[in-house]
């Protein structure tokens, strides 16, 4: 079992900044991939940035050239740097660890991002 802890997040305005980080504990051995999803209401859960332990992040679309993902294996945390926050990006970020194989990935319990116009 993989437990992940979620910091950071709040409400901040249009054009400012926000750092979430995740700190993973357990079993962290078993982690290939970290990263953050997020969850707008009424709206499916999407992938904001995933690093796999030895590749490059992968953002989405909709972050790419605002969102910074980054990973210390040492700490077993993943941290997401966001700036030039857009109303959009208001979501539910959640924390995410996929393990080698093809076990279930685990998930932290979400924490608020809402950014005002």
């Known amino acids: 079992q993989v437990q992940l802890v979620e910091t950071g997040g709040g409400l901040v305005q249009a054009g400012g900044s926000l750092r979430l980080s995740c700190a993973a504990s357990?079993?962290?051995?078993?982690?290939?991939?970290m990263g953050w999803y997020r969850q707008a209401p009424g709206k499916q859960r999407e992938v904001v940035a995933t690093?796999?332990?030895?590749?490059?992040?992968h953002y989405g679309d909709s972050v790419k050239g605002r969102f910074t993902l980054s990973r210390d294996d040492a700490k077993n945390t993943v941290d997401l740097q966001m700036d030039s926050l857009e109303p959009e990006d208001t979501a539910k970020y959640f924390c995410?660890?996929?393990?080698?194989?093809?076990?279930?990935?685990?998930w932290g319990q979400g924490t608020q991002v809402t950014v005002s116009s």
């Open positions: 357990g079993n962290t051995w078993s982690i290939n991939a």
């Open positions: 690093i796999t332990r030895l590749g490059s992040p």
């Open positions: 995410n660890a996929d393990p080698y194989g093809s076990g279930p990935a685990f």
